[in-house]
């Protein structure tokens, strides 16, 4: 099956530093997405890219789909402490209902 | 936030016996979706839905049944618990847009399973 290596495992940064993390497939995907959790819930959506070479910014959040298809970052520019959470890419394919998701980038901000 | 809930939020249980995790919402939405997380293996999907009586296998599908018989409910049942089976588990809905390639998923706030 598709599989997404989302790369670093963890960071511990300093509170105003940037931040960045990527998602790479063996597959291609036709959407990307990244999403947030916070400790003790579910997943939350925070930027969805629909085409290749597509940047899309969220506040300090800014994502990009790259060019193969097959890889999608993140940066988050001046972290503040509630940056703290996981962060998951996740790839799907349209119309396939199913999205493949990455295995986390656990984020630490210390104030 | 989305109107999903799940029953339990927290479940202690032994080995070998059945188990029942209870997803509902309010959304009217079409698809659901049943995820197991671990540590190191971000969210994995175990089964999902397409609509009432509509269900498939997701990549970590054994020991694990589903069934909606409402647009609202989708239920996970372990037959039989093992302890591999202790983990978080996340319901999710969508509601694909005919005119969006994006397919956004909102989750509901887990339940954490342990069998012993």
């Known amino acids: 099956g598709q599989q997404l290596n989302q790369s670093p495992q963890s960071m511990f940064i300093q509170e105003g530093e940037d931040v960045s993390m990527n998602c790479t497939s063996s597959?291609?995907?036709?959407?990307w997405l990244w999403y947030k959790q916070d400790p003790g819930e579910g997943p939350v959506l925070l930027i969805a890219l629909y085409k290749a070479g597509e940047l899309t910014s969220n506040g300090r959040l800014t994502a990009q789909f790259g060019i193969t298809r097959k890889d999608s970052f993140l940066n988050i520019s001046a972290s503040i402490p509630s940056d703290v959470g996981i962060y998951f890419c996740?790839?799907?394919?349209?119309?396939?209902?199913?999205?493949?998701f990455g295995d986390g980038t656990t984020l630490t901000v210390k104030p | 936030d989305a109107g999903i809930t799940q029953s339990p939020r927290h479940k202690v249980t032994e080995t070998g016996t059945p188990v029942t995790l209870r997803c509902h919402q309010t959304?009217?939405?079409?698809?659901m979706y049943w995820y197991r997380q671990d540590p190191g293996h971000g969210l994995r999907l175990i089964h999902y839905s397409y609509g009432v009586k509509d269900t498939d296998k997701g990549e970590v599908s054994d020991g694990y049944s589903v069934s909606r018989s409402k647009t609202e409910d989708f239920l996970l049942t372990l037959e039989s618990a093992t302890s591999s089976q202790t983990s978080v588990y996340f319901c999710?809905?969508?509601?694909?847009?005919?005119?969006?390639?994006?397919?956004?998923?909102?989750f509901g706030p887990g339940t954490r399973l342990t069998v012993l």
């Open positions: 999710a809905i969508s509601e694909p847009l005919v005119r969006k390639s994006y397919n956004e998923q909102f």
């Open positions: 597959s291609i995907f036709n959407t």
């Open positions: 996740a790839g799907l394919n349209t119309n396939a209902g199913k999205s493949t």
């Open positions: 959304e009217n939405h079409r698809y």
